[in-house]
């Protein structure tokens, strides 16, 4: 794969959401993912298609399993990683970002990976970096690499998004996988129903191009996958949502409710998992119908995708990759 | 000191005056007015070459940094910006660091406007100590003070109780009671219009409740107490509703809306743009026809510039972390015009707006082009189109929500006690 090719299926410096990006380049990620799977399958799992460039993972909110999928993507297409924790205080948030975007410049990285709480932080940040930018989550906005992975897990299990019912379940009002998801889905021509209490669905999702309800029973019906969102301490007990035991009971995915599904409905989690509280382990270990550890697994896969695919639009591209 | 203006479009919506004339200034003040008006002989004589003359703007709603933040904004640049919009009085708000809660902090005011402000300065102050919301200020030493009306400015008065003693308390003194109508509770973490656009950029949300519920609490208290009663801003179709039909019961009741407001819509927001995060929010298109309706028809008193500089690095922030406001009072007139040119709401209404109403409401001279009234005008062109540069503005602050937006009316001078503050 020569970068001139690359260029071409994936024209985008920053890679800061699934928002505008095209049905040619969402499936041009999938395949190349498609391919990195196979590899990270084999005793040898590098390649040299970063050797030489320098990726910083730049947390401003704590993530152990993207930030170290991020890394291990980095390091076996060869290229030098660091990760960054900012610890960051309400005060001095926003501070924090333009100053270090600003320092993290003059170390010239070619690829940041950034994860930040506030929704366009990221694009912010894009704005003062000579380098590739990649959106690991912010805020309530968009998290493009988990959509993707979601999208990789499904279409290799069911062999297409076309045409299928996709449910997402859970606090919808704060989940960047939701938003995200949603976009990837209706650009591939799946059809999307959102799930949750009236207090955590957002205002106007269904001019979002999804179907909304507020019970279980409803909005899994016909449903071939069943997406669960993880639910934040911090909504629980009386703010959202009156208690664990009254959400676990109306939207935990338990057996029971599963069977509101397609009979062969798998299910899915971004993680980490509270079981009990928004999924019963039951549904979560069964082999037959969760795709939790595929997701885990496709997440590298895609994250080096989408490395290669930025890296090669760098403006001094040596095409390395031969 | 006298001074002839020739060949002028003499505008003044207080006197129901619209004609080709002459305006003839005596010793700071009026002297005569219209077309019978004769330049004396002797006078130094002003051709306006067919521009208009109008009395100097009364922008009733304008945040400083001064004093605490005067890295933001000074007395002295706000006014030079206002001159340059031809706003001749400019309202001050208590939001300043010290809040001017306090007699001595009017007088300071007072002192460093006298001193080193290019238009005439008048401040409202706070409504509660600190703006706390929690205990009355001294609206009687207050009011001696120099004091114009009471408001927590920026921050709304959410006891309902404390609201309701300032109201009863307010009556003694005649006093103004101005509230920023926004539930802090239902607002919560919102940033912007709660809709589908916020929810696609994730951002939390602000429903128009949050302005009507505080709305709605307060008519009823003003009711009980018949004070009067004016909502800084309003930003919705409900909240025109709500003081129509208010105005209609023979309620005490005024309201004002930002010349932001009835240019720009929610999506002005869009890709995270800072400069138009404002409170109350930028809502639907709908809701900004209906304001603009509420202008053209009376309900809405006052249109204010809502000038609230801040500077970059308080804008150059994600959208939840930035502050909130624009800077406006320079284009103030500008922006009205242009909703004359684009939107046919009629001129002598707009003008009132920013003039002979605020004037009245707060119980001030001015607004007016009346024989014998001080010589506050300006001299403008209604008509031409220009683009609105915020590095060429001269606050101190460059947040213009409006920058690189096409406005119509350019104030060519602009006159305080008949002299000349500003000059093309």
């Given at each position: 794969m020569t970068s001139i090719e690359i260029k071409g299926a994936f024209a985008h410096?920053?890679?800061?959401?699934?928002?505008?990006?095209?049905v040619s380049e969402i499936t041009y990620l999938l395949d190349l993912s498609d391919n990195y799977v196979d590899q990270n399958r084999q005793?040898?799992?590098?390649?040299?298609?970063?050797?030489?460039r320098t990726q910083i993972n730049l947390f401003f909110e704590s993530s152990t399993r993207t930030q170290s999928s991020f890394e291990l993507a980095g390091k076996r297409l060869g290229a030098d990683v660091m990760n960054m924790a900012v610890k960051t205080s309400a005060v001095n948030k926003g501070e924090t970002l333009l100053d270090t975007a600003v320092t993290l410049n003059a170390m010239n990285p070619d690829l940041l990976v950034v994860r930040h709480g506030d929704s366009g932080a990221v694009a912010l940040l894009a704005q003062k970096m000579s380098c590739a930018v990649l959106n690991a989550g912010d805020g309530a906005h968009e998290h493009p690499t988990q959509a993707l992975l979601d999208a990789l897990s499904i279409r290799r299990r069911l062999?297409?998004?076309?045409?299928l019912r996709v449910a997402i379940c859970g606090d919808?009002?704060?989940s960047r996988v939701a938003r995200s998801n949603l976009l990837l889905l209706n650009a591939m021509g799946a059809q999307v129903h959102l799930i949750g209490p009236q207090t955590l669905l957002p205002v106007g999702?269904?001019?979002?191009?999804a179907r909304v309800f507020t019970t279980m029973r409803e909005g899994l019906e016909g449903c071939d996958i069943v997406m669960m969102l993880r639910i934040q301490?911090?909504?629980?007990?009386?703010?959202?949502?009156?208690s664990v035991r009254e959400y676990y009971r109306l939207y935990g995915l338990d057996r029971e409710k599963l069977a509101?599904?397609?009979?062969e409905a798998l299910v899915m989690h971004p993680g980490p998992m509270n079981r009990g509280v928004e999924i019963d382990s039951a549904v979560a270990d069964d082999p037959e119908r969760s795709l939790i550890r595929d997701q885990v697994e496709m997440g590298v896969a895609v994250r080096m995708a989408v490395l290669e695919a930025l890296a090669a639009n760098l403006p001094n591209n040596t095409g390395e990759a031969e | 000191m006298n001074r002839a203006f020739t060949n002028a479009r003499l505008i003044d919506p207080a006197n129901g005056l619209d004609e080709i004339g002459n305006l003839i200034v005596e010793n700071g003040k009026i002297f005569a007015v219209g077309k019978n008006a004769k330049t004396p002989s002797g006078v130094k004589t002003h051709d306006c070459k067919g521009m208009s003359i109008l009395p100097g703007l009364v922008d009733m709603q304008v945040f400083t940094g001064?004093?605490?933040?005067?890295?933001?904004?000074t007395l002295a640049t706000a006014s030079q910006a206002a001159a340059a919009g031809g706003v001749t009085t400019m309202i001050t708000m208590p939001n300043t660091n010290p809040v001017i809660d306090d007699a001595a902090l009017v007088d300071f005011i007072s002192r460093r406007a006298r001193d080193t402000a290019i238009v005439r300065v008048h401040p409202m102050a706070a409504l509660t100590k600190n703006c706390n919301g929690q205990s009355m200020t001294e609206f009687g030493l207050l009011s001696e003070a120099g004091a114009v009306a009471f408001t927590d400015g920026d921050r709304a008065v959410m006891n309902a109780l404390t609201m309701r003693r300032a109201l009863s308390y307010a009556g003694t003194f005649d006093a103004l009671i101005v509230q920023h109508a926004m539930d802090q509770d239902l607002q919560s973490?919102?940033?912007?219009?709660?809709?589908e656009l916020a929810t696609r950029l994730g951002l939390a949300g602000i429903p128009v409740a949050a302005e009507t519920a505080i709305i709605d609490r307060d008519l009823r208290l003003v009711e009980l107490t018949g004070a009067r009663y004016h909502i800084a801003q309003i930003s919705s179709a409900e909240s025109v509703e709500t003081v129509r039909a208010a105005k209609q019961k023979g309620l005490p009741v005024s309201c004002g809306v930002s010349a932001t407001h009835l240019m720009l819509?929610?999506?002005?927001?869009?890709?995270?743009?800072?400069?138009?995060?404002?409170s109350p929010p930028l809502r639907r298109e709908e809701d900004r026809l209906a304001l603009i309706a509420g202008v053209a028809d009376g309900t809405i008193d006052v249109v204010v510039s809502g000038h609230n500089p801040q500077n970059e690095e308080a804008k150059r922030q994600p959208f939840a972390q930035a502050a909130y406001g624009t800077v406006g009072v320079e284009t103030l007139l500008a922006g009205l015009l242009t909703l004359h040119h684009?939107?046919?709401?009629?001129l002598d209404t707009l003008l009132a707006c920013i003039t002979a109403r605020p004037a009245e409401l707060l119980g001030l001279e001015g607004g007016t082009l009346s024989?014998?009234?001080?010589a506050d005008f300006a001299i403008a062109d209604l008509e031409a189109p220009w683009v609105v540069n915020a590095d060429t503005?001269?606050?101190?602050?460059?947040?213009?929500?409006?920058?690189?937006r096409k406005v119509q009316g350019q104030v060519h001078a602009c006159y305080v006690d008949g002299k000349a503050v500003f000059e093309l």
């Open positions: 410096r920053d890679l800061l959401g699934i928002d505008g990006l095209s005793i040898d799992k590098k390649t040299s298609v970063l050797r030489g062999g297409k998004l076309q045409g919808i009002t704060h999702a269904e001019k979002l191009g301490n911090e909504r629980m007990e009386g703010a959202l949502i009156p509101y599904a397609k009979p | 001064e004093p605490g933040e005067e890295h933001r904004e973490a919102g940033v912007m219009h709660e809709s819509n929610q999506n002005d927001v869009e890709n995270y743009r800072t400069f138009a995060k404002l684009a939107d046919g709401v009629a024989v014998g009234a001080r503005l001269r606050s101190k602050s460059q947040n213009a929500a409006i920058d690189k």
